[in-house]
């Protein structure tokens, strides 16, 4: 509706858009220079270590259920809730403390850490439902230290000096790389499921690890490359 209203409503400037610049089409050249900064690299494995933790997250409502004897409704309110609710909290909180700390390095490793600890910690929790409100404690926990990184997506190019040329590129395939898991990783882990049975929810929870530490890996990656800039771009520093 929005799309035909504005198709409509809004009139197209046809003699502006003959006079558009060559500069502002297109450069497919501009996509392979971006494919050779290790930075693009860098930013893209976080990003996906990031989504892989987004959906894995997912993974709690069944495993409430089936595991630890929470009804389907209930499970399913929980998750929700925490999902939707937790990216509102902390993702406002992760981008304070990046403002106050001046760069996002630090949050992202507090993060980053975070998140595998309490991953570890929610696959070594005994599945019984007595233990239904520990699991739930260190879900909050986890769900809040890697949410918290949520703010620290695109924070590293303004901080790696990319140039206002490659920007846009730069966070196209980044972006693309990081949503990559959607492609794969559900079918992954419903293999695991059908395999190992409740079993395969360890696989899963170390899938969850495995986005962690690409997260703390390539956070660190890109704080040598930030300083390498700085050194760079300041010698007398």
Same mark, same amino acid.
């Given at each position: ?33 971006? $494919? ?22 997912? @993974?709690?409502?069944? @495993? ?37 700390c001046g760069r996002s390095t630090p949050i992202v490793m507090f993060g980053s850490i975070g998140t595998l600890i309490f991953t570890i ?23 809040? $230290? ?54 395969? @929810? ?22 040598? @490359? ?12």
């Open positions: 509706i929005s799309g035909i209203a504005t198709w409509i409503l809004v009139p197209y400037d046809q003699a502006n858009a003959k006079n558009i610049d060559a500069e502002d089409k297109i450069d497919f050249k501009m996509v392979g220079k971006v $494919l050779k900064m290790p930075f693009t690299w860098y930013l893209g494995l976080f990003t996906l270590g990031y989504f892989i933790i987004r959906s894995t997250v997912t @993974y709690m409502n069944p @495993y409430m259920t089936d595991g630890f004897g929470v009804s389907i409704g209930i499970a399913a309110l929980l998750t929700n809730t925490l999902r939707s609710g937790m990216n509102l909290v902390a993702g406002p909180i992760g981008g304070t403390l990046i403002d106050k910690f929610l696959a070594l929790i005994p599945i019984n439902h007595e233990m239904i409100a520990i699991l739930l404690i260190v879900s909050v926990i986890m769900m809040f $230290l890697s949410y918290i990184n949520s703010t620290a997506l695109y924070t590293p190019i303004t901080e790696a000096g990319i140039s206002l040329d490659y920007i846009g590129t730069v966070i196209g395939i980044s972006s693309a790389i990081g949503y990559s898991s959607d492609i794969w990783l559900m079918n992954l882990c419903g293999y695991w499921l059908d395999v190992h049975g409740m079993g395969g @929810y360890r696989y899963i929870w170390a899938m969850q690890s495995v986005g962690a530490i690409m997260m703390l890996v390539t956070g660190i990656l890109m704080a040598k @490359y930030y300083k390498r800039k700085k050194e760079k771009d300041n010698p007398s520093v």
